[in-house]
């Protein structure tokens, strides 16, 4: 579809379309208040991640994090340019629902946005700079809330009008053949409370219908969400700017807002001003790499700005993918935090002594979730481990003692290793399509991709897994 390319004509209360243009700009979002209500809930969980207290915790903890040092990289321009494409990823999937709102109302938001994103002047934002770009947080809050409560509120009422259907059905039935007056006159009270109940439902929907995005117009909502993703677009220059090559620079952090906009797009960042690509241990060096954000999942890496912001080629986002040599280039990250996490509870277990048969069960399904090739490793070593041992006879095989040191091996790696499993977990879990996350606000702290196992080692986490394993085999 092609976006109609028009200027925004700034008022006190809209972001107005010029006069005899037709649109559904006074329309309802309606059914697509979800999926705006779950693109504002992106801005305003990334919005919130990019505060000064949540990138102070991001380059102290995060990346100071012994496990991310040892298995990503400890190079932290390197780490620090990969959140900042996340960052951008993220706010690219939600900047292209706003474009496709837009779309609706005559509101062209995709090209102000490319112009922003490559720090080139664009008349088209010249609205968002006079109204101010910001995040307007706890309106788009509450209007998240309440649309979220409508989404479940609608749910049930669903299921009641289907029960009505129902009993509906079995009222004709009943009335076919003689029904004795007792049961009648029960199925008339169950009738009436349900009745009831239909009526408050639908009252219900209604109160939330009007409160939420539902009946807000598409272009209150599309001028509401274009500034925040602005705002939210500073800020991510102004946090890794100076780490991601392709990001205008920031401007000085004590201008205002609005001004820090209007700087970038009056003195976009030249040539010769790019910050030279650094590289860590896992980075491709095949060519000079620049980083350009796609809005369809993820940035890419790409020599020089060739394309709009919403294309992708084949060869860029193969750039992109996790190297061979990582625990996601085989797919594995999310497999091998499970299985990290359940030797976890089985070593917790083990040491309190309690729930034998359930330990020996989750035993069992941990090494059938292995892979083969970590089967193999773990086959072999503890093949090794056994002979090794048999050579001191039976005593040697049950002394207590080499079964605690087992243990407090484990508890060593394990402190560095577990945290990332759990934070794998976490980050699929907050990118997942699940329903009951869709419209979730996140208090600021969140999982980033540089915190995972996504990037992590292959042979190293999988060596790792092996000994913890092993432990646990000496342990049980």
């Not at 609608?154 to 004795?180: C, F, I, Q, W, Y």
């Not at 095949?286 to 369809?296: A, E, G, N, T, Y």
């Not at 934070?423 to 208090?443: K, P």
Request: glycine share 6%.
């Amino acid at each position: 579809m092609v976006v109609p390319k028009m200027r925004w004509v700034a008022d006190d209360d809209d972001l107005r379309l010029p006069e005899g243009r037709q649109s559904s700009s006074s329309s309802s979002l309606g059914i697509l208040a979800f999926e705006a209500a779950a693109a504002m809930s992106k801005l305003l969980t990334l919005h919130r991640s990019l505060s000064e207290k949540e990138v102070a915790r991001l380059r102290v903890r995060a990346m100071g994090a012994a496990g991310v040092a040892y298995l990503n990289s400890t190079d932290e321009a390197f780490l620090l340019r990969l959140a900042g494409a996340e960052a951008v990823a993220l706010l690219d999937a939600a900047a292209a629902t706003v474009a496709r709102l837009g779309v609706r109302c005559g509101i062209d938001f995709a090209g102000p946005y490319a112009s922003l994103k490559v720090g080139a002047p664009d008349a088209r934002l010249e609205p968002l700079v006079a109204k101010g770009i910001k995040v307007e947080d706890k309106k788009m809050e509450q209007l998240v809330a309440a649309t979220a409560k409508l989404c479940s509120e609608m749910e049930a009422l669903d299921n009641l009008e289907a029960v009505d259907h129902k009993l509906a059905r079995r009222g004709l039935v009943r009335l076919s053949g003689p029904t004795p007056s007792s049961a009648a006159a029960g199925d008339a009270l169950r009738s009436e409370s349900f009745q009831q109940d239909l009526r408050v439902q639908r009252a219900s929907v209604r109160r939330l219908q009007e409160e939420s995005l539902w009946s807000q117009s598409y272009e209150k909502v599309v001028s509401l969400m274009a500034r925040a993703a602005c705002a939210v677009f500073v800020r991510v220059c102004v946090v890794f700017g100076s780490y991601v090559p392709g990001l205008p620079l920031p401007p000085p952090p004590a201008d205002a807002v609005h001004s820090r906009l209007s700087k970038l797009l009056l003195h976009p960042m030249s040539a010769g001003a790019q910050t030279k690509s650094l590289s860590g241990p896992i980075q491709r060096r095949d060519m000079p790499l620049r980083i350009v954000m796609s809005s369809k999942s993820c940035p890419i890496i790409r020599p020089q700005w060739q394309q709009p912001w919403q294309t992708m080629s084949a060869d860029a986002r193969k750039l992109l993918e996790p190297p061979p040599g990582t625990v996601s280039g085989a797919g594995l990250d999310l497999q091998y935090a499970n299985v990290i996490a359940t030797a976890e509870w089985l070593l917790l277990e083990t040491e309190s002594g309690g729930r034998h048969e359930e330990a020996r069960a989750e035993r069992a399904e941990l090494y059938a979730m292995l892979p083969s090739k970590l089967r193999a490793a773990l086959r072999a070593k503890l093949r090794g481990w056994w002979r090794e041992r048999s050579r001191g006879g039976a005593e040697a095989l049950l002394d207590g003692k080499l079964a605690e040191g087992w243990r407090s091996a484990a508890g060593r790696i394990m402190a560095w290793l577990a945290p990332m499993a759990r934070d794998t977990a976490r980050w699929h879990a907050e990118r997942s399509m699940d329903r009951q996350r869709r419209f979730q606000v996140g208090d600021g702290a969140r999982a980033w991709a540089l915190q995972t196992l996504r990037w992590a080692d292959a042979e190293k986490v999988e060596a790792a897994v092996v000994e913890v394993l092993v432990a646990l085999s000496c342990v049980c």
